[in-house]
Protein backbone atom coordinates (compact mmCIF):
# COMPACT_ATOMS: atom_id res chain seq x y z
CA UNK A 1 0.00 0.00 0.00
CA UNK A 2 0.86 3.71 -0.78
CA UNK A 3 2.53 5.47 1.64
CA UNK A 4 1.85 9.61 1.75
CA UNK A 5 3.83 11.92 3.36
CA UNK A 6 2.49 14.85 5.44
CA UNK A 7 0.48 17.30 3.13
CA UNK A 8 2.04 21.11 3.83
CA UNK A 9 -0.99 23.51 4.23
CA UNK A 10 -1.73 26.86 5.05
CA UNK A 11 -3.75 27.38 8.27
CA UNK A 12 -7.29 27.86 6.73
CA UNK A 13 -6.70 25.45 3.91
CA UNK A 14 -10.17 26.74 2.02
CA UNK A 15 -8.88 24.79 -1.20
CA UNK A 16 -8.97 21.68 0.17
CA UNK A 17 -12.03 21.86 2.25
CA UNK A 18 -13.84 22.56 -1.44
CA UNK A 19 -12.04 19.72 -3.20
CA UNK A 20 -13.03 17.53 -0.40
CA UNK A 21 -16.49 18.86 -0.53
CA UNK A 22 -16.32 18.65 -4.66
CA UNK A 23 -15.68 15.09 -3.91
CA UNK A 24 -18.39 14.24 -1.43
CA UNK A 25 -20.80 15.69 -4.36
CA UNK A 26 -19.20 13.30 -6.97
CA UNK A 27 -19.60 10.14 -4.72
CA UNK A 28 -23.57 11.25 -3.96
CA UNK A 29 -23.60 11.97 -7.90
CA UNK A 30 -22.31 8.18 -8.48
CA UNK A 31 -18.61 8.41 -9.34
CA UNK A 32 -16.90 6.20 -6.99
CA UNK A 33 -14.68 8.81 -5.47
CA UNK A 34 -13.30 7.46 -2.16
CA UNK A 35 -10.16 8.89 0.32
CA UNK A 36 -7.60 7.91 -1.83
CA UNK A 37 -8.94 10.11 -5.13
CA UNK A 38 -9.31 12.76 -2.74
CA UNK A 39 -5.70 13.18 -1.37
CA UNK A 40 -4.19 12.37 -4.78
CA UNK A 41 -6.59 15.70 -5.84
CA UNK A 42 -5.09 17.82 -3.57
CA UNK A 43 -1.61 16.58 -4.09
CA UNK A 44 -1.90 16.92 -8.09
CA UNK A 45 -3.52 20.40 -7.56
CA UNK A 46 -0.77 21.50 -5.18
CA UNK A 47 1.62 20.44 -8.12
CA UNK A 48 -0.25 21.81 -11.06
CA UNK A 49 -1.17 25.03 -9.37
CA UNK A 50 -4.57 26.76 -9.70
CA UNK A 51 -3.67 29.53 -11.92
CA UNK A 52 -5.23 27.90 -15.19
CA UNK A 53 -9.30 27.12 -14.52
CA UNK A 54 -8.95 24.53 -17.54
CA UNK A 55 -5.59 22.78 -16.01
CA UNK A 56 -7.58 22.93 -13.09
CA UNK A 57 -10.58 21.25 -14.31
CA UNK A 58 -8.63 18.63 -16.10
CA UNK A 59 -5.92 17.98 -12.67
CA UNK A 60 -9.27 16.85 -11.13
CA UNK A 61 -10.03 15.02 -13.90
CA UNK A 62 -7.63 12.83 -13.87
CA UNK A 63 -7.98 12.42 -10.06
CA UNK A 64 -12.02 11.53 -10.06
CA UNK A 65 -13.20 10.20 -13.36
CA UNK A 66 -12.24 6.36 -14.23
CA UNK A 67 -15.47 5.65 -16.93
CA UNK A 68 -16.21 7.28 -19.46
CA UNK A 69 -20.13 7.71 -18.43
CA UNK A 70 -18.98 9.88 -15.95
CA UNK A 71 -17.60 12.98 -17.75
CA UNK A 72 -20.94 14.48 -18.00
CA UNK A 73 -21.46 14.18 -14.27
CA UNK A 74 -18.29 15.38 -12.97
CA UNK A 75 -18.48 18.33 -16.12
CA UNK A 76 -21.69 19.72 -14.44
CA UNK A 77 -20.60 19.34 -10.73
CA UNK A 78 -17.67 21.32 -11.80
CA UNK A 79 -19.38 23.96 -13.67
CA UNK A 80 -21.98 24.26 -10.58
CA UNK A 81 -19.55 24.58 -7.92
CA UNK A 82 -16.41 25.40 -9.38
CA UNK A 83 -17.52 27.87 -12.46
CA UNK A 84 -20.73 29.05 -11.87
CA UNK A 85 -20.83 32.24 -9.34
CA UNK A 86 -24.58 31.54 -9.46
CA UNK A 87 -24.23 27.85 -9.27
CA UNK A 88 -27.00 27.68 -6.06
CA UNK A 89 -29.67 29.76 -8.28
CA UNK A 90 -28.69 27.00 -10.50
CA UNK A 91 -28.92 24.08 -8.14
CA UNK A 92 -32.65 25.45 -6.95
CA UNK A 93 -33.79 25.96 -9.88
CA UNK A 94 -33.40 22.61 -11.09
CA UNK A 95 -34.75 21.18 -7.71
CA UNK A 96 -37.56 23.31 -7.19
CA UNK A 97 -38.53 24.66 -10.59
CA UNK A 98 -41.61 26.43 -9.17
CA UNK A 99 -39.81 28.72 -6.99
CA UNK A 100 -40.09 32.14 -9.11
CA UNK A 101 -37.47 34.10 -10.21
CA UNK A 102 -34.98 31.71 -9.91
CA UNK A 103 -35.41 28.66 -12.97
CA UNK A 104 -34.15 30.11 -16.18
CA UNK A 105 -35.92 29.70 -19.64
CA UNK A 106 -34.02 27.26 -20.76
CA UNK A 107 -33.28 23.67 -21.01
CA UNK A 108 -31.26 21.70 -18.74
CA UNK A 109 -28.00 20.49 -19.82
CA UNK A 110 -27.00 16.38 -19.86
CA UNK A 111 -26.53 15.49 -15.84
CA UNK A 112 -27.45 18.92 -14.72
CA UNK A 113 -30.33 17.47 -12.45
CA UNK A 114 -28.32 14.93 -10.76
CA UNK A 115 -25.04 17.16 -10.32
CA UNK A 116 -27.72 19.77 -8.54
CA UNK A 117 -29.18 16.93 -6.52
CA UNK A 118 -25.99 16.12 -5.50
CA UNK A 119 -24.14 19.30 -4.63
CA UNK A 120 -27.69 20.06 -2.60
CA UNK A 121 -27.49 16.52 -0.92
CA UNK A 122 -30.95 17.21 0.55
CA UNK A 123 -31.04 20.39 1.33
CA UNK A 124 -34.41 22.74 0.41
CA UNK A 125 -34.73 26.48 0.49
CA UNK A 126 -36.12 28.85 3.32
CA UNK A 127 -39.23 29.90 2.28
CA UNK A 128 -40.00 33.33 3.36
CA UNK A 129 -42.50 33.15 6.31
CA UNK A 130 -46.14 34.53 5.16
CA UNK A 131 -47.28 37.86 7.28
CA UNK A 132 -49.71 36.84 9.96
CA UNK A 133 -52.96 37.89 8.75
CA UNK A 134 -56.30 39.04 10.29
CA UNK A 135 -58.17 36.96 12.33
CA UNK A 136 -61.30 37.09 9.97
CA UNK A 137 -59.45 36.01 7.02
CA UNK A 138 -59.92 32.65 5.42
CA UNK A 139 -56.90 30.47 4.73
CA UNK A 140 -57.59 27.33 2.52
CA UNK A 141 -54.74 24.69 2.57
CA UNK A 142 -54.76 22.40 -0.04
CA UNK A 143 -52.55 19.64 0.24
CA UNK A 144 -51.46 18.41 -3.80
CA UNK A 145 -48.41 16.50 -2.74
CA UNK A 146 -50.14 13.14 -3.40
CA UNK A 147 -52.25 14.10 -6.23
CA UNK A 148 -49.82 12.64 -9.01
CA UNK A 149 -48.31 9.47 -8.70
CA UNK A 150 -44.78 9.35 -8.70
CA UNK A 151 -44.58 6.43 -11.13
CA UNK A 152 -47.08 8.58 -13.54
CA UNK A 153 -44.68 11.45 -13.44
CA UNK A 154 -41.54 9.12 -14.00
CA UNK A 155 -43.07 6.90 -17.22
CA UNK A 156 -42.87 10.86 -19.01
CA UNK A 157 -39.69 12.53 -17.39
CA UNK A 158 -36.87 12.84 -20.03
CA UNK A 159 -34.26 10.50 -18.92
CA UNK A 160 -31.40 12.68 -19.81
CA UNK A 161 -33.57 14.52 -16.67
CA UNK A 162 -33.56 12.68 -13.84
CA UNK A 163 -31.41 12.96 -10.93
CA UNK A 164 -29.67 9.88 -9.27
CA UNK A 165 -32.76 8.98 -7.64
CA UNK A 166 -35.31 9.02 -10.47
CA UNK A 167 -32.94 7.13 -12.63
CA UNK A 168 -33.01 4.43 -9.99
CA UNK A 169 -36.79 4.05 -9.36
CA UNK A 170 -36.76 4.25 -13.37
CA UNK A 171 -34.23 1.39 -13.55
CA UNK A 172 -36.86 -0.81 -11.68
CA UNK A 173 -39.80 0.48 -13.59
CA UNK A 174 -37.88 -0.70 -16.94
CA UNK A 175 -37.15 -4.13 -15.03
CA UNK A 176 -40.90 -4.79 -14.64
CA UNK A 177 -42.00 -3.54 -18.70
CA UNK A 178 -42.84 -6.93 -21.06
CA UNK A 179 -42.21 -6.53 -24.55
CA UNK A 180 -44.70 -9.06 -26.26
CA UNK A 181 -45.08 -10.15 -29.97
CA UNK A 182 -47.12 -11.76 -32.18
CA UNK A 183 -46.26 -14.70 -33.69
CA UNK A 184 -45.58 -15.12 -36.85
CA UNK A 185 -47.83 -18.03 -38.75
CA UNK A 186 -46.48 -20.83 -40.77
CA UNK A 187 -46.96 -22.51 -43.72
CA UNK A 188 -46.21 -25.75 -41.73
CA UNK A 189 -49.44 -27.12 -39.60
CA UNK A 190 -49.83 -28.87 -35.62
CA UNK A 191 -52.49 -31.10 -34.73
CA UNK A 192 -55.55 -29.25 -33.31
CA UNK A 193 -59.53 -30.58 -33.03
CA UNK A 194 -61.02 -27.45 -34.50
CA UNK A 195 -58.48 -26.37 -36.99
CA UNK A 196 -59.26 -24.38 -39.88
CA UNK A 197 -57.54 -26.81 -42.11
CA UNK A 198 -57.45 -30.47 -42.94
CA UNK A 199 -54.68 -33.09 -42.30
CA UNK A 200 -54.36 -35.34 -44.97
CA UNK A 201 -51.22 -37.17 -44.29
CA UNK A 202 -52.65 -37.64 -40.31
CA UNK A 203 -56.22 -38.33 -41.73
CA UNK A 204 -54.59 -41.41 -44.23
CA UNK A 205 -52.45 -42.67 -41.62
CA UNK A 206 -55.42 -43.72 -39.26
CA UNK A 207 -57.22 -44.93 -42.06
CA UNK A 208 -54.40 -47.17 -43.04
CA UNK A 209 -54.73 -48.71 -39.13
CA UNK A 210 -58.32 -49.17 -39.44
CA UNK A 211 -58.56 -51.35 -42.60
CA UNK A 212 -58.52 -48.48 -44.99
CA UNK A 213 -61.66 -46.43 -43.81
CA UNK A 214 -62.04 -43.08 -42.99
CA UNK A 215 -63.75 -42.62 -39.94
CA UNK A 216 -62.53 -39.17 -39.10
CA UNK A 217 -60.99 -36.18 -40.79
CA UNK A 218 -58.02 -34.43 -38.74
CA UNK A 219 -57.68 -31.19 -38.57
CA UNK A 220 -54.48 -28.98 -38.10
CA UNK A 221 -53.90 -25.43 -37.79
CA UNK A 222 -50.91 -23.36 -38.85
CA UNK A 223 -48.11 -23.78 -36.69
CA UNK A 224 -46.75 -20.61 -34.93
CA UNK A 225 -43.02 -19.25 -35.09
CA UNK A 226 -42.02 -16.18 -33.04
CA UNK A 227 -39.58 -13.78 -34.62
CA UNK A 228 -35.98 -12.80 -33.08
CA UNK A 229 -35.53 -9.34 -31.67
CA UNK A 230 -32.41 -7.53 -33.24
CA UNK A 231 -31.24 -4.20 -31.25
CA UNK A 232 -29.23 -1.58 -32.68
CA UNK A 233 -28.48 0.88 -30.05
CA UNK A 234 -26.40 4.12 -30.45
CA UNK A 235 -24.00 4.82 -27.65
CA UNK A 236 -22.04 7.85 -28.71
CA UNK A 237 -21.96 10.95 -26.88
CA UNK A 238 -25.21 12.55 -27.75
CA UNK A 239 -26.89 9.15 -26.83
CA UNK A 240 -25.24 7.51 -23.70
CA UNK A 241 -27.90 8.19 -21.20
CA UNK A 242 -30.91 7.14 -23.52
CA UNK A 243 -28.72 4.22 -24.49
CA UNK A 244 -28.02 3.11 -20.68
CA UNK A 245 -31.95 3.05 -19.93
CA UNK A 246 -32.82 1.72 -23.06
CA UNK A 247 -30.14 -1.42 -22.87
CA UNK A 248 -31.88 -1.57 -18.85
CA UNK A 249 -35.23 -1.91 -20.80
CA UNK A 250 -33.72 -4.33 -22.98
CA UNK A 251 -31.71 -6.88 -20.50
CA UNK A 252 -35.45 -7.24 -18.99
CA UNK A 253 -36.76 -8.42 -22.42
CA UNK A 254 -33.74 -10.66 -23.00
CA UNK A 255 -34.28 -12.67 -19.50
CA UNK A 256 -38.23 -12.62 -19.73
CA UNK A 257 -39.18 -16.36 -19.82
CA UNK A 258 -42.16 -16.74 -22.21
CA UNK A 259 -42.22 -13.04 -23.77
CA UNK A 260 -42.59 -15.02 -27.46
CA UNK A 261 -38.93 -13.98 -29.08
CA UNK A 262 -36.99 -16.56 -30.42
CA UNK A 263 -34.01 -14.83 -29.53
CA UNK A 264 -32.96 -11.32 -28.67
CA UNK A 265 -29.73 -10.11 -30.10
CA UNK A 266 -28.21 -6.62 -29.13
CA UNK A 267 -25.43 -4.50 -30.76
CA UNK A 268 -23.51 -2.01 -30.05
CA UNK A 269 -22.42 1.37 -32.37
CA UNK A 270 -20.66 4.31 -32.22
CA UNK A 271 -17.79 4.96 -34.12
CA UNK A 272 -17.92 0.89 -34.19
CA UNK A 273 -20.36 -2.05 -34.17
CA UNK A 274 -19.86 -4.39 -30.84
CA UNK A 275 -22.24 -7.58 -30.41
CA UNK A 276 -22.82 -7.61 -26.71
CA UNK A 277 -25.75 -10.29 -27.12
CA UNK A 278 -24.00 -13.34 -24.46
CA UNK A 279 -23.42 -9.84 -22.11
CA UNK A 280 -27.67 -9.52 -21.54
CA UNK A 281 -27.97 -13.56 -20.58
CA UNK A 282 -26.39 -12.73 -17.59
CA UNK A 283 -29.46 -12.83 -15.17
CA UNK A 284 -27.96 -9.58 -12.95
CA UNK A 285 -28.41 -6.71 -15.13
CA UNK A 286 -25.92 -4.28 -13.19
CA UNK A 287 -22.54 -7.35 -14.28
CA UNK A 288 -24.23 -7.50 -17.41
CA UNK A 289 -23.99 -3.89 -18.34
CA UNK A 290 -20.75 -3.70 -17.04
CA UNK A 291 -19.29 -6.30 -19.45
CA UNK A 292 -20.90 -5.23 -22.50
CA UNK A 293 -19.93 -1.65 -21.56
CA UNK A 294 -16.03 -2.96 -21.03
CA UNK A 295 -16.46 -5.10 -24.61
CA UNK A 296 -17.86 -2.10 -26.33
CA UNK A 297 -14.90 1.02 -26.29
CA UNK A 298 -16.63 3.98 -28.30
CA UNK A 299 -18.96 4.64 -25.16
CA UNK A 300 -19.67 8.64 -25.47
CA UNK A 301 -17.22 8.77 -28.82
CA UNK A 302 -18.61 9.88 -32.33
CA UNK A 303 -21.10 8.83 -34.53
CA UNK A 304 -20.32 7.01 -37.65
CA UNK A 305 -24.04 5.14 -38.45
CA UNK A 306 -22.85 4.65 -42.03
CA UNK A 307 -19.93 2.26 -41.11
CA UNK A 308 -21.69 0.28 -38.80
CA UNK A 309 -24.41 -0.60 -40.30
CA UNK A 310 -22.12 -1.62 -43.48
CA UNK A 311 -20.43 -4.12 -40.87
CA UNK A 312 -23.99 -5.62 -39.65
CA UNK A 313 -25.23 -6.13 -43.14
CA UNK A 314 -21.64 -7.43 -44.21
CA UNK A 315 -20.81 -9.80 -41.33
CA UNK A 316 -24.40 -10.52 -38.90
CA UNK A 317 -27.20 -10.09 -40.98
CA UNK A 318 -27.41 -13.43 -42.34
CA UNK A 319 -26.80 -14.92 -39.13
CA UNK A 320 -29.34 -12.99 -36.91
CA UNK A 321 -31.91 -11.88 -39.35
CA UNK A 322 -33.56 -15.10 -40.15
CA UNK A 323 -37.25 -16.07 -39.37
CA UNK A 324 -38.92 -12.59 -39.76
CA UNK A 325 -36.66 -10.70 -37.22
CA UNK A 326 -38.09 -7.05 -35.84
CA UNK A 327 -35.31 -4.44 -35.71
CA UNK A 328 -35.18 -1.63 -33.61
CA UNK A 329 -32.36 1.43 -34.04
CA UNK A 330 -31.86 3.40 -31.82
CA UNK A 331 -29.80 7.07 -32.76
CA UNK A 332 -30.35 10.37 -33.20
CA UNK A 333 -29.56 9.94 -36.39
CA UNK A 334 -26.56 12.57 -36.11
CA UNK A 335 -24.39 11.08 -38.48
CA UNK A 336 -21.03 12.60 -38.83
CA UNK A 337 -19.70 9.91 -40.84
CA UNK A 338 -18.62 11.05 -44.29
CA UNK A 339 -17.41 7.75 -45.90
CA UNK A 340 -20.33 5.39 -45.61
CA UNK A 341 -23.45 5.36 -47.79
CA UNK A 342 -25.54 5.70 -45.17
CA UNK A 343 -28.95 5.59 -47.39
CA UNK A 344 -27.68 2.95 -49.27
CA UNK A 345 -27.45 0.85 -45.91
CA UNK A 346 -30.47 1.57 -44.52
CA UNK A 347 -31.78 0.09 -47.74
CA UNK A 348 -30.46 -2.82 -47.01
CA UNK A 349 -31.13 -3.25 -43.55
CA UNK A 350 -34.72 -2.47 -44.02
CA UNK A 351 -35.18 -5.33 -47.13
CA UNK A 352 -33.75 -7.85 -44.38
CA UNK A 353 -35.97 -7.31 -41.49
CA UNK A 354 -39.71 -8.00 -41.04
CA UNK A 355 -40.34 -4.74 -39.40
CA UNK A 356 -37.75 -1.74 -38.58
CA UNK A 357 -38.80 0.35 -36.04
CA UNK A 358 -36.62 3.49 -35.28
CA UNK A 359 -36.64 5.37 -31.71
CA UNK A 360 -35.47 8.74 -31.54
CA UNK A 361 -35.19 10.79 -28.30
CA UNK A 362 -35.07 14.42 -30.22
CA UNK A 363 -38.64 13.10 -31.54
CA UNK A 364 -39.95 14.63 -28.13
CA UNK A 365 -39.58 17.78 -29.18
CA UNK A 366 -42.38 19.46 -30.88
CA UNK A 367 -40.77 21.65 -33.27
CA UNK A 368 -38.60 18.31 -34.71
CA UNK A 369 -38.09 18.73 -37.73
CA UNK A 370 -36.01 16.15 -40.43
CA UNK A 371 -32.87 18.59 -41.15
CA UNK A 372 -30.22 16.58 -40.69
CA UNK A 373 -28.99 14.51 -43.29
CA UNK A 374 -28.59 11.60 -41.65
CA UNK A 375 -32.16 11.69 -40.76
CA UNK A 376 -33.27 12.71 -44.11
CA UNK A 377 -31.64 9.42 -45.28
CA UNK A 378 -33.21 7.08 -43.01
CA UNK A 379 -36.16 7.76 -42.42
CA UNK A 380 -38.05 6.54 -46.01
CA UNK A 381 -36.23 3.11 -45.09
CA UNK A 382 -37.66 2.42 -41.86
CA UNK A 383 -41.35 1.22 -41.17
CA UNK A 384 -42.27 3.16 -37.79
CA UNK A 385 -40.61 6.42 -36.74
CA UNK A 386 -41.38 6.67 -32.81
CA UNK A 387 -39.49 8.59 -29.66
CA UNK A 388 -37.68 6.43 -27.46
CA UNK A 389 -36.80 9.19 -24.30
CA UNK A 390 -39.21 8.21 -21.96
CA UNK A 391 -40.73 5.06 -19.86
CA UNK A 392 -43.68 5.87 -21.26
CA UNK A 393 -42.28 6.00 -24.99
CA UNK A 394 -41.12 2.53 -24.57
CA UNK A 395 -44.23 1.41 -22.76
CA UNK A 396 -45.72 2.40 -26.18
CA UNK A 397 -43.47 0.74 -28.26
CA UNK A 398 -45.20 -2.98 -27.49
CA UNK A 399 -48.35 -1.66 -29.34
CA UNK A 400 -46.14 -0.72 -32.16
CA UNK A 401 -44.32 -3.83 -32.73
CA UNK A 402 -47.69 -5.89 -32.33
CA UNK A 403 -49.41 -3.58 -35.23
CA UNK A 404 -48.30 -3.57 -38.37
CA UNK A 405 -49.83 -0.97 -39.95
CA UNK A 406 -48.08 1.74 -36.91
CA UNK A 407 -45.77 4.16 -38.58
CA UNK A 408 -45.31 6.64 -35.98
CA UNK A 409 -44.46 10.10 -36.75
CA UNK A 410 -42.50 8.61 -40.61
CA UNK A 411 -46.23 9.87 -42.27
CA UNK A 412 -45.58 13.60 -40.38
CA UNK A 413 -42.16 14.05 -41.18
CA UNK A 414 -41.71 12.56 -44.81
CA UNK A 415 -44.28 15.17 -45.88
CA UNK A 416 -41.92 17.74 -44.58
CA UNK A 417 -39.20 15.95 -46.80
CA UNK A 418 -41.08 15.97 -49.56
CA UNK A 419 -41.74 19.55 -49.27
Not at 56 to 81: D, G, N
Request: glycine share 6%; hydrophobic share 40%; proline share 5%.
Amino acid sequence: MAEYAPIELPDNPRLAQNITHFARALRRAGLPVGTGRVIDAIRAVEAAGFTEKRDFFWVLHACFVSRPEHRATFAQIFRLYWRDPRYLEHMMSMMLPAIRGVQEERVAQSAEKRAAEALLDGMAPEMPEQEEREDDEVRIEIDASQTVSEEERLRSLDFEQMSTSEIAEAKRMLARLKLPVKPIPTRRGMAALRGARADWRRTIRAAMRQGGEIRSIARQTPRPRWPNLVVLCDISGSMSQYSRMVLHFLHAVANEKGAGWAKVHAFTFGTRLTNITRHLATRDVDQALKSAGAEAQDWEGGTRIGSSLHVFNRDWSRRVMGQGAVVLLITDGLDRDTSGDLEREMERLHLSARRLIWLNPLLRWDGFAPKAAGIRAMLPHVDSFRAGHSIASLEALAAAISTPEDMGEKVRLMRLIED
